[in-house]
């Protein structure tokens, strides 16, 4: 497969698919292989990964088999709340702090994230320039100037070099961390919806809530690093927001609207008696 071009977490997917077919079933016997499958209490969208993965294994050791079909179900992505999601950040150890919050600014995918190196950080610019992965294009990224702050201060105390990897670790480290942080915040408030929240879920946040400030769909595109345009328009569907669930802010002072700007609010509106009126998403 890495020889056929298909990148390493494709590969790690389909590895460990193919390692849970082999606990219940002989990979050298289809039939078998096939039963196994049919009986899973699982979704079809899992079946049907099983059925890729062990596809790529019959073809590499020509065993013949028809491959049943299971058709995958769209799923509803269920969009967090940045307050959520700042109370993970919150409730999170230094490190994994400043990784969430790169997540939640730029929308990496996790494997992109762990992949940066400090020389892909341009302090100066508050800019980010990764390698997209799935052969996505490339893409600047820009960040606020709190995370431009927490970066410096990372990149210095573990004296990082500019071809060092930013963070120590790979995406399935990246994220078994975070279900550690994630479960003892929700035990810890009794809150069982925020079990719900995955990793990538900063990513949904991320699209969802520049295509509602923007409204321009290949900009989202090309930010979030995708291929398709039909990956994109997902996110146009999860816009149902009403106008309770805006967060406003008002002011009189210039610092204070640059520091609401900087922080992801958006300009109103000035009111007769000179009060700026600035609002964001929750």
């Not at 179900?73 to 400043?98: D, N």
């Not at 709190?146 to 071809?163: C, D, G, R, V, Y």
């Not at 900063?202 to 321009?216: I, V």
């Not at 520091?259 to 007769?272: A, R």
Request: hydrophobic share 30%.
């Amino acid at each position: 497969m890495k020889n056929n071009g298909l990148n390493e977490c494709t590969i790690r997917n389909y590895d460990k698919y193919l390692a849970h077919i082999a606990r219940h079933a002989d990979l050298n016997k289809p039939e078998q292989v096939k039963n196994f499958i049919a009986n899973k209490q699982s979704s079809n969208s899992y079946k049907h990964n099983l059925c890729l993965a062990y596809d790529k294994y019959c073809n590499y050791y020509q065993i013949q088999w028809n491959k049943p079909f299971y058709k995958r179900v769209a799923k509803t992505i269920r969009i967090p709340t940045e307050e959520q999601l700042q109370s993970l950040i919150a409730s999170s150890g230094k490190i994994m702090s400043v990784k969430l919050t790169l997540s939640k600014e730029t929308g990496l995918r996790p494997i992109e994230l762990c992949n940066l190196k400090a020389k892909d950080v341009d302090l100066e610019r508050k800019k980010i320039y990764p390698t997209t992965a799935k052969y996505g294009a490339p893409r600047i990224l820009k960040i606020s100037n709190s995370l431009t702050a927490m970066l410096t201060k990372h990149i210095n105390e573990n004296n990082l070099n500019p071809n060092d990897k930013l963070f120590k670790g790979d995406s399935d480290y990246y994220g078994q961390h975070y279900r550690l942080v994630r479960n003892k915040l929700a035990k810890k408030l009794n809150k069982l919806s925020l079990q719900t929240i995955k990793l990538y879920d900063f990513r949904h946040y991320f699209a969802t809530m520049l295509y509602a400030k923007t409204k321009d769909i290949l900009y989202v595109k090309q930010q979030l690093g995708h291929r398709k345009i039909e990956t994109t328009l997902i996110y146009t569907q999860l816009l149902s927001l009403n106008d309770d669930e805006w967060t406003c802010k008002a002011t009189t002072n210039t610092k204070q609207a640059t520091e609401l700007i900087e922080n992801g609010f958006e300009y109103v509106t000035t009111t007769p008696d000179e009060l700026m009126l600035f609002r964001k998403r929750k």
